[in-house]
């Protein structure tokens, strides 16, 4: 049994920052492949970044310069750092946890099995 709990999210300018966290509990998602979904209103919810157990960091194009992925096994949290914020970024954000596997399953939300509450975020022209 597992928790994923997400804050940090807001309004913000374009240009400007945020930093989401993602607290897990119920037990150690240290050896798991942690990873960021965004849904914006009408559309399909979709990757943005995941970290494996060994650090592994992999993004979508669509934010790629602009966001990091990063974890800390003993706080038992993953972190998402957005700079450089585009109106476009404007979503629901999700944190996910899956079970390790093949690089090939990290772009898919089906491949995870834990998922927090979501975070808003609204990023204004």
């Known amino acids: 049994q597992g928790q994923l709990v997400e804050s940090g999210g807001g309004l913000v300018q374009a240009g400007g920052f945020l930093r989401l966290s993602c607290a897990a509990s119920?037990?150690?998602?240290?050896?798991?492949?942690m990873g960021w979904f965004r849904q914006a209103p009408g559309k399909e919810r979709e990757f943005v970044a995941a970290i494996n157990w060994s650090g592994g960091t992999y993004s979508a194009d669509s934010v790629k310069g602009r966001f990091t992925i990063s974890r800390d096994n003993a706080k038992n949290t993953v972190y998402l750092q957005m700079n450089n914020l585009k109106p476009e970024d404007t979503a629901v954000y999700y944190c996910?946890?899956?079970?390790?596997?093949?690089?090939?399953?990290?772009?898919?939300?089906?491949?995870?099995?834990?998922w927090g509450q979501g975070t808003q975020v609204t990023v204004s022209s």
């Open positions: 996910a946890a899956a079970r390790s596997g093949p690089v090939s399953t990290y772009y898919y939300s089906r491949s995870y099995n834990y």
């Open positions: 119920g037990r150690s998602f240290s050896s798991d492949t």
